[in-house]
């Protein structure tokens, strides 16, 4: 090795290297004591690598070319217009051999300096360092108007937390980070001048600060006079600076990064939840935008998470996000995350609440009539997204103050996601009047009762079934009939919903034939109707059991490819008495346990379980397709 003072060769080494002298300049990372003196430019070494890369880190130099450096290694302040209170000095050193060192016993001490012209894209980049801190802030850089305005100024607090100060607004923004005394710390400023679109960037030791970074007011004067310190009085303090520069960064091109670890989870029908890790970005990320299926869907803040609420069941989502900065850089998309949401499920019932006159009801009720309750306990468990009633939801004659007393302490419960049909026994007052005054729109209209909704990739039918009750014109039988209103009113909305799946439901079942089954003739056309446009489920109430059938023709017979009837007579009133003997359709029935029916309504088939009341064991389980 050859060492030289000067151009002399002050002795070598068996081997000889080729070296390199370095400006001061060319290690602006490299702390003084990696360095110690060596750094005079009458040294000459091997190549530097800087401790820190600022390809990740942000401690990399500032892209765009320096408008100032501060020429601390010159041994002097001529670099600056204005000083006082500032020297440079050798003893608390970056990099180099000098740095500035600003002192302050009550009076000013700063140094200020005129750019080349008037920025409105620049990065204030230092190493400072606080060796003393009164009972005050201490400043640690200003950037300011052609016309000495103040735009922002930086400084510590008095807890030694570092603040920023938009000087336009008078807004304080401050971050929880705390800086140490007597130890090195770089900070970066970067503004963008632009009006209300204007944007700050603050990064402290290579990290990014988002309490002092983002959209701002700055008006539309760039920067022209950059300043170090503070010419206020009555400040105590002593801060050394180092590695002083100022760069015109040009206008943000620059596009953030894509969103990282996009995930999609589900856990009910109506919303798919979302979340993302942040962006990054050279100056700061402004919002998201979130797309479904390839279309957009929302644009946001900051935030990195979205619900998505605009979503069917049983449907299937692919989401990506981009990050977009304030300048309209806008990101590469993320990667797609999948999400299918949940099949809805129905619990359904009819034959439910006692009447409160009955010697049975409260304190009187036994295992074997009014269980309204125990029924109404199984409505409350997770993932039941609507309850049916079948008709005799409130005995014996369906008033408004008896479903009051009754129904609603226990059914009532559940009463914003029940579809309601009426019975016979509602119709024992006028009208059904308590009926639909208890139930109000979710009733449908008052005195037709009938309606339709989807829920899923399922049509819903609601249907009366006290045909004689519904008012037609001269000529028709019943409001069942073909002809009647009810009945081209189904007519119509099968054609108007030409659903893959099919459910209908009402209170008494269709006579087939069967008189120990207590049917009814007059509903018979509105099954036709349904099995005819291809209709897959018919709930129905009325005997107090439960039976599931085989699937049915239009005339009741089995059919492999028919329309499947349950009935559910079972929601806690009383016990009745399956026929004897079973009927050839019925698949199973029980007349001992009360319950309710789940359905699992799938895109293109469905799964029932028939759930017991508490202490209970018959259970009817399986699944099907759709016609």
């Not at 990399?60 to 501060?70: E, I, L, N, R």
């Not at 029932?608 to 009341?613: I, L």
Request: hydrophobic residues 35%; contains cysteine; glycine residues 10%.
């Amino acid at each position: 090795m050859v060492f030289l003072r000067g151009a002399a060769v002050l002795g070598t080494c068996a081997a000889v290297l080729t070296t390199v002298a370095l400006p001061t300049q060319a290690m602006p990372d490299v702390p003084a004591r990696h360095v110690a003196t060596a750094m005079s430019t009458s040294t000459v070494m091997g190549p530097v690598t800087p401790a820190a890369s600022g390809a990740s880190t942000g401690n990399g130099p500032v892209p765009g070319p320096t408008v100032f450096a501060d020429r601390f290694e010159d041994g002097g302040m001529s670099a600056w217009g204005a000083v006082k209170g500032v020297v440079t000095q050798r003893r608390t050193v970056f990099g180099g051999s000098r740095a500035a060192r600003a002192r302050s016993t009550g009076g000013p001490a700063y140094a200020r300096t005129r750019l080349d012209g008037v920025h409105t894209d620049v990065a204030y980049d230092l190493r400072f360092k606080i060796m003393r801190q009164g009972r005050n802030r201490v400043p640690v850089m200003t950037m300011r108007t052609k016309s000495r305005g103040a735009l922002v100024d930086v400084y510590v607090t008095q807890d030694g937390k570092l603040a920023l100060h938009n000087s336009v607004t008078g807004r304080v923004m401050q971050n929880s980070r705390r800086v140490r005394l007597n130890g090195w710390h770089r900070l970066r400023v970067r503004l963008h001048v632009d009006g209300a679109r204007s944007r700050t960037k603050t990064r402290l030791d290579g990290a990014a600060l988002p309490d002092l970074s983002g959209g701002a007011r700055l008006g539309r004067v760039g920067v022209a006079r950059v300043q170090l310190g503070s010419p206020a009085r009555g400040r105590r303090f002593t801060v050394a600076f180092d590695n002083v520069r100022v760069v015109d960064t040009g206008p943000d091109t620059t596009d953030p990064t894509a969103p990282r670890n996009l995930t999609a989870r589900v856990d009910s029908t109506r919303r798919v939840d979302l979340s993302w890790s942040a962006a990054t970005d050279d100056f700061a990320v402004s919002g998201y935008t979130v797309y479904r299926d390839g279309t957009r869907i929302a644009s946001l803040g900051r935030r990195t998470s979205y619900r998505d609420t605009d979503v069917r069941a049983s449907t299937r989502y692919a989401y990506r996000v981009r990050a977009r900065d304030a300048a309209g850089n806008v990101s590469a998309p993320s990667t797609r995350a999948a999400a299918r949401t949940l099949d809805p499920v129905l619990a359904a019932a009819g034959d439910i609440a006692c009447d409160p006159q009955d010697s049975h009801f409260g304190d009187g009720a036994d295992s074997e009539w009014c269980q309204q309750m125990d029924t109404s306990d199984l409505l409350l468990r997770k993932r039941i997204n609507r309850v049916l009633t079948l008709g005799d939801n409130q005995y014996e004659d369906g008033t408004l103050e008896d479903f009051l007393d009754s129904y609603d302490p226990s059914w009532g419960r559940v009463k914003r996601i029940t579809s309601p049909a009426p019975g016979n026994h509602e119709y024992r007052t006028d009208d059904a009047a308590g009926y639909f005054s208890y139930f109000g729109a979710a009733a449908g209209e008052p005195g037709e009762g009938y309606y339709s909704f989807d829920l899923g990739r399922w049509h819903l039918i609601a249907l009366n079934s006290q045909c004689a009750a519904l008012p037609v014109d001269p000529g028709i039988d019943d409001g069942c009939a073909e002809g009647s209103p009810q009945h081209e009113w189904l007519e119509a909305d099968l054609a108007a919903y030409p659903s893959s799946c099919t459910l209908a439901y009402w209170h008494i079942p269709p006579d087939f034939g069967d008189a120990a089954l207590r049917p009814n003739a007059a509903v018979v056309p509105l099954w036709e109707e349904l099995y005819a446009a291809g209709a897959d489920v018919v709930l129905t109430g009325h005997h107090h059991t439960y039976a599931r059938y085989a699937p049915l023709d239009a005339s009741g017979n089995s059919l492999e490819t028919g329309m499947r009837q349950f009935v559910v007579g079972t929601g806690g009133r009383s016990h009745g008495q399956s026929p004897s003997p079973q009927p050839a359709a019925v698949q199973r029935q029980q007349d001992h346990t009360y319950g309710v029916l789940r359905l699992t309504l799938r895109p293109k088939g469905y799964r029932w379980v028939f759930v017991p009341e508490a202490g209970k064991t018959f259970r009817d389980v399986g699944s099907d397709t759709c016609r």
